[in-house]
Structures are given as C-alpha cells and as structure tokens.
C-alpha cells in the first residue's frame, strides 16, 4: 500500500499537472470504485483544481467551489498520467480522468477490487473522511508519546492504525522498527523513556529519508514504481537476507496477507518470535533464538 512518503510524492507530482487544470470528463470501468453519490462525480466537471494534499494515506485533489475528489488506493491501486492524446493501448484502468492538461488514470492490480473514490461537497466532509492519525511530521515528542501510549498495543499494531498515527502502513513500519531497535511485538506502555525517544526519531528519520529518496527518484517524471518493496529498504520484504547492521537473517511474522519483518539479534534480542501458522505446525521443531535457527 502507498504510505505516507509515496503519496507525498504522488501529490507532488499532480501539483505541478493539475494545479488550475480543468476537469473534462471522467469514466470509471468499475461499478463499485465510486463510494459515494451525492454529489455526483460530474458535478465536478468544469470545474478548476485549486489544490492538493494527503489525508492520511489518501489523496485528495481539491476543486473550485470546495469540492473534493478523494483516492484511496489500498493495497494495489496506482495512478498513471498521460499528456494528451491518451494511448489507444495499454493497461485498462478503473478510472480515467480527463483534465485540460492530460488524462489521470488509477489502475489496480490483481482481481480483488480495494481501490475507492470519493466525491465531497464541502471541507466538512473531507475532514470527517480522515481517520484522525497523528501527523508525526509535524508534531513534538510530547504530542507522540502521549499518542503512542493512549492504548496498549503492540508497536506493531499502534504504528499502521490509521487512527494513531497518519500514513504509516507495513512497509514503513517495518522499516521504523528496525531503524529504532524495537521488537514489533513489544507493547507501547511497557517502552522506557529512551525507547520512546528512540521511537520517535526513527519515524521522523524513516519517513523523511524515504520522502527525499523517492522524490530524487522521480525528478520531474510522474511516480511510476510506486512498490512496498524496494531493494534499499532494510527489512521489509527481505525475509532470509541479511540484516545490514548485523548480517542476521531478517525473520517475519505472517498473518493474513501482511507480513512483518524484522531482525531478531537488532530487534528481539536474539529471540525468533513465533509465526502463526508455522510455529504451530512445526511446534518444538520451531527455532526460538538466532542459535537455534542457525543449526
């Protein structure tokens, strides 16, 4: 899923091609895209982009009269711009945007349809669309540790809740952790003062480097490698590999369709914590330290 650095970028670059662009036309190849009816999408047609932001992990696309579009890509849900005229091929989307300036498009991969649109009429409405997560960037240590210990959850858990934190998913997560020395599995109110501290500047050191690194990354071109994976990352999406602090095996913890990773001599103390599924089937066979692991 975009995080909060990749859709930073992604609003960024729709700034420089929407700001003051007309919207012309819009079609969407999917019946369920659109979560909302009134007003109707075309209410927005004619009308000038008068700004952008993220809310969240959305993307909001701001139109004359205080009228919103908002994008909400899930997991798979990309965006694509093509200057006019629109390639007669390529890759059928579930939305096509058609501004004076060139043509929006949101694809989304695999069968399972997670991506949704939203039409808002007033400012109102767009803020009652946030999940309310704390903006890390921008606040004091005070501000997220009191977020941080309002409940008892793990960092894991507390860190990717929309509600606690804005913009944060698995990928930097997983990322934060590691920067941080933190298990993912450790509970927020058991953290000392060091390891809040520790806690906080990984946030704000992860998401900004990331935020650079993939604005450096795309220059002036649109964002098109938007991935949760990228070979620089540390932990996430590296299971088996080496840490590169320690050279440890980077474990994880598979639930779902998510996975968590992380290094167990960095992050746990050596510990290997338990998998759902495997540690389950493989019961006193499940290695519980680096040692164990190794032999």
């Known amino acids: 899923m975009p995080e909060l650095p990749d859709i930073t970028v992604y609003v960024e670059a729709l700034e420089q091609r929407l700001r003051n662009a007309r919207l012309e036309s819009t079609r969407l190849t999917h019946p369920f895209l659109l979560r909302t009816f009134d007003p109707p999408i075309a209410a927005l047609y004619g009308r000038r982009v008068v700004g952008l932001r993220r809310v969240?992990?959305?993307?909001?696309?701001?139109?004359?009269?205080?009228?919103?579009?908002?994008?909400?890509?899930?997991?798979?849900?990309?965006?694509?711009?093509?200057?006019?005229?629109?390639?007669?091929?390529?890759?059928?989307?579930?939305?096509?945007?058609?501004?004076?300036?060139?043509?929006?498009?949101?694809?989304?991969?695999?069968?399972?349809?997670?991506?949704?649109?939203?039409v808002f009429a007033t400012s109102e409405q767009l803020a009652a669309s946030d999940p309310g997560g704390l903006e890390v960037l921008e606040s004091s240590f005070e501000e997220f540790r009191?977020?941080?210990?309002?409940?008892?959850?793990?960092?894991?858990?507390?860190?990717?809740?929309?509600?606690?934190?804005?913009?944060?998913?698995?990928?930097?997560?997983?990322?934060?952790?590691?920067?941080?020395?933190?298990?993912?599995?450790?509970?927020?109110?058991?953290?000392?003062?060091?390891?809040?501290?520790?806690?906080?500047?990984?946030?704000?050191a992860v998401l900004g480097e990331w935020t650079e690194r993939l604005r450096a990354q795309a220059r002036a071109a649109f964002p098109e490698q938007v991935t949760a994976f990228r070979p620089q990352m540390a932990v996430h999406g590296r299971f088996g590999k080496p840490c590169p602090v320690c050279a440890t095996a980077v474990q994880r913890i598979r639930y779902a369709e998510n996975e968590t990773n992380y290094c167990p001599r960095c992050q746990t103390g050596g510990r290997i914590l338990a998998d759902r599924s495997l540690s389950r089937l493989l019961k006193d066979d499940w290695p519980r330290t680096i040692e164990e692991l190794e032999t």
């Open 146 to 204: 009191a977020r941080l210990l309002g409940e008892n959850h793990t960092l894991k858990r507390s860190l990717t809740d929309p509600r606690t934190f804005s913009g944060i998913g698995n990928a930097y997560s997983d990322e934060i952790l590691h920067r941080a020395g933190l298990s993912p599995v450790a509970l927020t109110r058991k953290l000392d003062a060091e390891a809040l501290r520790r806690l906080y500047e990984a946030v704000r």
């Open 56 to 118: 969240g992990k959305r993307i909001a696309i701001g139109f004359e009269g205080n009228h919103w579009l908002v994008m909400h890509l899930m997991i798979a849900g990309r965006l694509h711009w093509f200057p006019h005229p629109l390639p007669a091929k390529g890759r059928a989307a579930l939305a096509y945007f058609g501004f004076d300036t060139g043509t929006l498009t949101l694809t989304e991969a695999g069968k399972k349809r997670r991506a949704s649109l939203y």
